[in-house]
């Protein structure tokens, strides 16, 4: 089994948990996210592992910034009252 497939998992569980909706970067096609990249970091991103990893860790960052958001929400209603 692949990380891709179990981060896939994973985060198929969070979901359910969880009222998560990936952003549109995510879900469009990828090979525009890694033009995009190509550009601004002025290095070429090839390897099938490379592209794996920044998929995987975009996905890792926009679930902890979710979660953060979510954090800081419940947060500011127990400090309300």
Known sequence: MDNNSI???NN?????H???RQPMYLTRSSSILYQILNK??????K???????????????DQ??????DRQLWQSYLDIG
Request: a positive charge.
């Open 7 to 9: 981060i896939n998992r």
């Open 12 to 16: 198929n569980d969070t979901n359910k």
């Open 18 to 20: 969880i009222n998560y």
């Open 40 to 45: 601004t970091l002025d290095y070429s991103i």
């Open 47 to 61: 390897k099938k592992d490379e592209k794996q990893f920044i998929n995987v860790r975009l996905q890792l960052l």
């Open 64 to 69: 902890q910034y979710c979660l953060e958001m």
